[in-house]
């Protein structure tokens, strides 16, 4: 049956039954090395790395799932200066990262004050001469405008679930369709839009593959799926799936038929989830950025593993690359992921053989 299944993903899109089946009762091995194989096709040898920059940790909100709710009293936040931002940014790029992710709780100080937010851009991408991702909830229209001006290449705005039920208990008087729309008007900007589902927050399979199709809709070069790590301090602190959904196998399998199903696209091996030694099981399922890369010594958060293998230096692409090295993958330079972001932006096919060269 798995090979029937893949055998139509090659040739056209499967329904979403055949989805459930890969993700619940498919032949996992299988399904991983067609994955590789898709990866291999479209990317080569390739990794892509991001830099992690959490520069302020306050936020109005109360997710369920998040240690950064605006309820958890017990959190010691912080929020980084200017210079301090640009200065992490920095230490990231001569580390050799393609990407700065420049990542806010949904913090009033920029929220009501965007200048504040598009100046931080623009220096960082100025500085640093890399390309930019701003992660910072919902902002306005406007916001979100200054911040296309200043240089932002990328929105990251995660829905968690397209379960409009399950959101409401999730993202905790939060508006469903303002999130998506954002997305949308990030298209319309000329940002390239990330859009990611959270494992293990009690959805069913079917849900994902709901997911994987609202991905395709809005046309996002970027796609994720995260394992949910229960926060102390928070009403989902002791919460576990009643579906099975949420384990780190989930993930796996969500990464590899996202990869199938996006054959061309950027998926995360994110570190804040096992750390260093989550990452190889990532890459084997067809991820090909590793995110949530973080400087040791500058005092920066992880979001669902706050301090999980920051301050060993183990969250380093020096520390990652022995395991690219050992599984025949290579850190991308800067303009190779350069070239992926112009084809992107201009809705041209990459080719990852004429980027190389
Ligand atoms: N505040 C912005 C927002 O909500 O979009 C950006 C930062 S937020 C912390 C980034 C993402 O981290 C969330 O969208 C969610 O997918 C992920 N995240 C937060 N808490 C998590 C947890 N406990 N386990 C797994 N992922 C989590
Ligand atoms: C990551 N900790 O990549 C980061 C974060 C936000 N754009 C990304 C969730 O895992």
Redesign the pocket.
């Given at each position: 049956m798995t090979r029937k299944i893949l055998e139509k993903l090659r040739n056209g899109a499967p329904s979403n039954e055949e989805i459930v089946y890969l993700l619940t009762s498919g032949d996992r091995e299988l399904i991983f090395a067609a994955a590789r194989e898709t990866r291999q096709k479209h990317f080569g040898n390739k990794v892509f790395s991001y830099g992690?920059v959490y520069f302020s940790t306050h936020c109005r909100n109360d997710c369920a799932f998040c240690c950064c709710r605006r309820s958890n009293r017990a959190l010691e936040r912080y929020r980084k200066s200017d210079s301090e931002i640009v200065e992490h940014a920095v230490n990231l790029e001569k580390s050799g990262v393609n990407l700065i992710?420049l990542?806010m709780g949904e913090d009033e100080f920029y929220t009501e004050q965007p200048a504040r937010l598009a100046a931080i851009i623009r220096e960082v991408k100025n500085t640093t001469g890399l390309s930019v991702?701003v992660?910072p909830g919902v902002i306005s229209r406007r916001a979100l405008e200054m911040a296309a001006e200043s240089g932002a290449d990328w929105l990251?705005l995660y829905q968690e679930t397209h379960n409009r039920e399950l959101f409401k208990k999730r993202r905790v008087r939060q508006n469903f369709d303002e999130r998506m729309n954002l997305k949308r008007h990030a298209a319309s900007l000329g940002i390239l839009v990330e859009e990611g589902i959270m494992a293990g927050i009690g959805e069913s399979p079917a849900d994902h593959a709901v997911s994987f199709g609202e991905m395709r809709r809005l046309n996002a070069f970027q796609i994720r799926s995260?394992r949910f790590v229960p926060q102390e301090g928070t009403p989902m602190a002791e919460f576990s799936s009643e579906f099975s959904l949420g384990n780190t196998e989930t993930e796996l399998l969500d990464i590899a038929v996202m990869r199938l199903l996006f054959p061309d696209r950027l998926i995360?091996a994110?570190l804040?989830v096992e750390g260093l030694e989550g990452l190889k099981a990532r890459l084997n399922a067809g991820a090909n950025v590793i995110?949530?890369l973080i400087p040791p010594d500058a005092g920066l958060m992880?979001?669902s593993q706050r301090e999980k293998d920051i301050r060993s230096g183990c969250r380093t692409l020096r520390a990652a690359t022995p395991i690219l090295e050992e599984l025949g993958l290579r850190a991308a330079a800067n303009a190779e992921y350069s070239a992926f972001l112009a084809a992107a932006k201009a809705g041209v096919k990459y080719n990852s053989r004429v980027a190389a060269i």
């Open positions: 992690f992710d990542t991702m992660s990251a995260m995360p994110s804040d995110t949530s992880g979001v």
